[in-house]
């Protein structure tokens, strides 16, 4: 363990999680089939847990754990229902390209 | 003051017989039409009979002792709950009957129930029978309120209402033009006078502080040295509302036009009553009038005016319906002209009488043209005396009573006025010579439309004239004998009868005098028969040669001295580009559209700016939130939170320290 804490500075870590992120950024916003778009959006969600268990190791704090756990259980739930909609959608169009999916639009 | 006279059935019996022919009656057969048409006017004219008789006997029997059922005059009946109470002004639903609007409601129920009984066998071929009944049933409500009426403003419901169903009438063809025309221009014209009489309204309201007659006469009686002033400006702008209803000059000219409608409309409204309502009103008011000589000059002078004027134009009308309405003009004119010599019960006294034989002279008119299968060019008729005895006769009686023949009865009114107008100082003597003038006129032109009518040779070879059903014929001949009777009472008991609602009329004080003035009349309205009776029977090629020797005289007389042309030019066409040019150009298109259009401009461009964010694309939604995101935490990282965030409380706790390590 102190090993970890000796070796391993907190910005490192934090460094880590803001590269993660920002591939999952940027994946989310150039990539155009929607598996990319929903992995990208778990990347995220997975550079933001990194950051929040750096902190609480740093701070000696149990409630960024707690946070992870969360995060964790809503992505679960997510990727059940994001994969489910996807599905429903690649029935109905029969396309996965983000751009030809755009229901919005009036 | 015991005994109710039920005055509130008076105008309400014939709004229900409205209500119920105008939801219900072209549902209804037509016999039942016309009885509801008929038995509401005829219960109302019970009702006014039954009041006359009431008051009568309490007038007759002695002070004290007071007989069941009786009601002493003046009467008042105000319903409970006021109309209107905003602070000072205070208006009750209250009916007023005194001897003055007793004898005006008896004409108007009276010969209005005569005129409806004609209409049915006049109406029995027209299409919107239920509709016409209805109308006329809704004229007598408000003619009935208007002559009821205790203050200003519920007389002011009544007059508006009676214009409106004369309006309604007028345009009764509406499928006509010249009808829709002629029912906007009597309701145009009339809007002028009414603004006049609703000044007058706002006028009366500051000065007296109350709408009803009676208390602003006592408000009047208590400041015996109030003259003038204020009070010239009342009774000017009630006289403009009155020269608009009575067709007096200058606001005549909705008259003529309005026989476009019915005849038997013609001769209730545009005749008998309606266009007695000026003279009403200033009878009623005569208390304000008494003490603004100027507007009594100017009344007088406006009737003198008018009495002279449609008189000549009367000469040279071809309709015969016109004929009878610049005639109604005219004499509307010595109506004012009587009221303008303070001769109120002269006025109320002719107005009685010209009900009798005006409604009789546009009945028995009817009765020609219904004859002539609906033909009013009296050019063409002619020869009528033997197939229409009944009409003949009955319109023979008329034409002598407006002659002002004795013993009939416009011989004692229109003596009654040219008198008072000669003993009233040294303006009167004009004004008397007028008034005989018109009276020769009168005679002229009366007895002009007598000969084209009924002597000579009938004009229009493929006509077949027949007389007219029973229901036609009765209410000529009872109007015929009212024609005869209806002045015997002489002015002397008349205007002792109407002294408590418009004071005295000085009584003949000079009978030498006026032997010698009713003889000027009578010789006076012979000339004119005498006229007639050459050009027109004897003669008959000579009214054209006259026309042909004075063709600038004829050409005035016959284009009605231009006035409708005048008025185009001079009022409505710059009106109408006023309207046009200013209000629909600069005001509606300009401003009003321009505003209108800045603001959907508006939106619309901010809309297309806008919907450009709304793409439906769900990675430029992402851009943007991202984008916003990093904005953000820009803005969070370079600006001192302390001072903005912390301070508003929003608690975005982040704890910066660490970013030093």
Redesign the interface.
Known sequence: MSFLQNDVPLNWYLLLSAVLFSLGVVGFLIKRNLITVFMSIELMLNAVNLSFVAFAYQWHEVKGQIFVFFVMMVAAAEAAVGLAIIIAVFRVRATLAVDRIDLMKL | MNGSLHLWLIPLLPFAGFLVNGILGSRLPRWLVSTIGLLAPFLSFLLVLNAYALTSISAATCPGCSPVGAAALPYVEVFPHPWIAIGGLRADFSFFLDPLSLVMLLVVTGVGFLIHIYSVGYMAHEEGYARYFSFLNLFLFFMTVLVLAGNVLLMFVGWEGVGLASYLLISFYFKWDSAAAAGKKAFIVNRIGDFGFLIGIFLILASFGTLNFSQIAQVLALKAAWHGGLLTVICLCLLVGAAGKSAQLPLYVWLPDAMEGPTPVSALIHAATMVTAGVYLIARTHFLFDRAPIALAVVAIVGAATALFAATIGLVQNDIKRVLAYSTISQLGYMFLACGVAAYSAAIFHLVTHAFFKALLFLAAGSVIHAMGGEQDMRKMGGLRKRLPVTFWTMTIAVFTIAGFPPLAAFFSKDAILYSAFVSGTGGKILWFVGLLTALLTSLYMFRLWYMTFFGELRSPDVHPHESPLSMRAPLVILALLSICGGWIGIESFSAYLAPSVGFHPAVSNPSLEFILTLVAVLAALEGWLIADKYYRRKTERPAQLAAALPAGYKLLANKYYVDEIYGVVLVKPLFAFSQYVLGWVIDTGILGGIAWLLAGTANLSGMILQRW??????SY??WL?AAAAALLLFVFHVPIGTYLGAHGIGLQLNLH?MG?
Do not use: F, V, Y
């Open positions: 709304q793409s439906g694309n769900l990675r992402a851009a991202t660490w390590h």
